[in-house]
């Protein structure tokens, strides 16, 4: 297999768990998102929609870091306003994306300050659009392009994003129903959360990255299951379709 | 009798705004990010000494935010994501951080929700997605009740009814008949029907059949317009597609000064604020300063190239 | 004067209502009240916008019994749709116009049933869509194109549109703050409300028609103020304006 | 892998909504009185033995509404104003004087706003402008409530969610991105939203490309579409513009039958129904049968005229 990158590895493990005839959408953070709906369209998922954030089903000739205007969306099969987004909030999706400046063992993402307090904050982060496809849409992917012992920390100073929140029964007793992050999919690792507790755990390491390296760059005792492997590295044909027909750039390999 | 234009220039849309502003200084701005947002109008009303300002903006905003901070004339932030995407704001950080203005913590379908009750013109409305997150302890604009049809704990968002509407769009006619020729209009149409008074920048005007012509493309109808203003290329260094394409070395190098002067150095940004927004004559001189006809071509060519 | 229909009539008389920058729609029957709209945008009222229906300032070539599809409304300013439609009719308009099966005394309307019970009727009506401009408007006018005593009667069989109900209290009481119907125009004549009882009240007669033929076409006993007289005809100007430019085909004249 | 396509043929269609309308009889119709009503779809189901439903639409009906009743198709009437404009609805107004079918008193706030409450995904919407009225005395849709924000007695339009929605347009492509030509597109986008099923005629199918060059018309995206059916003159008698406009002289003619039914002759009707609705094999049956091509012809020169 030929070399590949970081980001190449998320794309391709986001867009073989995307079903056909699902509804998603790629978030703000939408490079790899994006491009990961895009591939599963092509490979196993033609019946897959990109919606719910003002746009259907858009066919960009390359990749860009925003996929929220028109360099990205202006062709597409129909746009639509902030009015029908509040629709699609709470009618929900069957998938979402979510990355944030803290991550915590629990999947919940804060973007909103780190130190301090919410008016008083030591740094103060972008804030969020769209907080309820978190858990008005069936499942949910966390995707930093980063992955360090800040960014993944024991416990969020603020929680923005609602992933599992304290486990099982503060889920249910806040009425999250639907199974919120599934994965947490980042340059160096993929993770899931244990069933019984909704931890976060390791479930499988990208090529070039050892579990000690996983551990060392995360800023929690992170689970370790038996048997933890390396993540499938993409195919030639995942590796074949990102570069010559979605990332023709190489937005995902600067 | 003949019908009075609403095709005014900069100075007596700003007389308007600025009055209004003094009134209620709740100002919202259209667009998305880094795409058709009314920075020429942001750059006037900075340059007519606008203080005080309650910012609010479809739910993602980033450099026209940013400036506004920079120039010392808000003092809260209603809007849900403010970023440049590929960085953080680097005033409207600082300025938090410092405590120079208030960042409320939203979300989109309380700023939307609110936005949506004051066009509908009823005093609030429900929404039943919100739920875990810490934002709801800290929003200013929702409120929960009980569903009078279900039982349930909802979140009413209270009408948002900005004072002032800056948009951007690519046409109007001489009437304020706005034609949005782009692919995303975000929340534009919603703000117009939400607010008090609306300003809107156009890149050209059209004659009045290129309307009659072809109903359905006018996105904001002139009822809901005090006043057009011509501003080619009104919406730089942000996008007006499909014209012209974001300026990304500009506002990346206006985020290094603000940096710069997050860390100390005020210098560069002092000296962009007097070039860029203070300083500048007219559009035209704008224009010259940010690299005029040679710039805009290149971003003309690429958004034709999309 | 050259010969001029009631319908021609009846225009004129709205028209020389309605004021500049004023907005206005002319409701389901049309024909008339669209045809004055136009005639006042023509002489005196460049500014007056018509909204609030789903389309603004439409420039049809010639008049339709209906003003509601694109016949008559598919060259106009711009179309909305229904959602906007609701925000319209809560934020009201300067005027609006109704008309109905019955009138009554104080200006209700009811478009449902005469006789028997709303779902046991004798005579089943059409209904009627839009309730709240009568109210949320500035002020609305009753224009049907028949003046008989079956459709102007002591009191309506079902309040579909709220006149003035049974005069100044029962119209505070039920929170109604606008001016409510001003004028009846018919192809007979035109009736205003008393402002201290606001019962209706004869103001003028047209050409061709007598006092006394008016009260013997309304079915209560209309009050007669002293010195009613005629209704001012249609001028040349208006008159040339509405057969040249607005009405070419004589719809208003069949 | 191959996409699928969401074009079908008439009977694939009735097979999903008969389906559907099993499960539940709640029907909505798109256009507005005798515009852009979806005819063919309704004379499809009606063909099919439709029974015992409860029909909504836009706040504007006639015709279709009438031809329904006249098939003894409709158990309910959710709709304000039933009406063919210039007269009254013969089957309709006789159905509801001999209680046969039950016609709500409603009003245009009431439906619009419990269909935008389920486009929304929220149980009600908000509304402030019903008073008086007696029709509020016997709305089924609405209930009163405190506004939890001004303490004021409000309407709760409770969610409308039809469980099959017929629209008519005026183009589609082949994954069912819809879009509408004329200038008037009614709630046609709003029940799209609202709604659990919904199936689409269109008078032509474009390319895919046609649909990607201008995003922007589309009206309805193929997300809330489960069905297009390809019907040329599917609006017939109503009108579908800028294509034909609608068949004024059909529908007195048809209204002539009803009113004489009313009165006692329900030969004429029955035979109408028969060479209209059951009768023809096709949709190429049916229009040779109301004139064929001299009055399409005569109806796209209308159309054509404006």
Redesign the interface.
Known sequence: MSDFSPLEQMTVVMARDLK?RE?GAAG?AALVPMAAIALARE?????L?I?GE????P?P?RLY??M????A???????????????????GLDFFFHSGLQHDRFGNINL?FVGGT???????????????YC??STRFYICPTVHNDRNFVEKVD?????GH?EGPESKRA???MNEGPRFVITPRAVMDFDPDTLEMRLKSVHSGNSVQDVLDHTGFALNVPEGVGQTPPPSEDELGLLRNKIDPTGELRH | MQRDPKLVDLDEAMALAVGALRDRPDLCLGGLFKQSRPVALVRAVLAAGAKGLNLYSSPGAGYDVDLMIAADAVDAVFIPGVTLENRLCPNFRAAVESQRITAHALDALSVVGGLMASANGVPFQPIAALKASDVLKHNPLISEFECPITGDTLHAARAVRPRVTFLHAQEADRWGNIRHLSTMVYADQLMARASDLVIVSVDRIVEDDVVLDDPRRVTIPSHYVDAVVHIPYGAHPTASFPLYSMDEEHIDAYADLGDAARKGDGAGLTDYLAQHVTGPADQQAYLDKIGGTKRLQDLEQEAAEL
Chains 1, 3 share one sequence.
């Open positions: 056909d509804l703000a490979l196993h998922a033609p019946n929609s919606g003002m746009f259907f089903n066919y000739r870091p925003s929220l205007d028109d360099r969306l202006g062709r597409c099969e129909g746009s639509e306003t902030f009015i029908e987004l509040f629709g699609h909030s709470h009618h909103h919410l008016h008083e904050p030591k740094m103060r982060g972008p804030g969020a659009a769209n907080l309820s858990h008005t603020f929680v923005t994003i609602p929140l806040a009425g999250l």
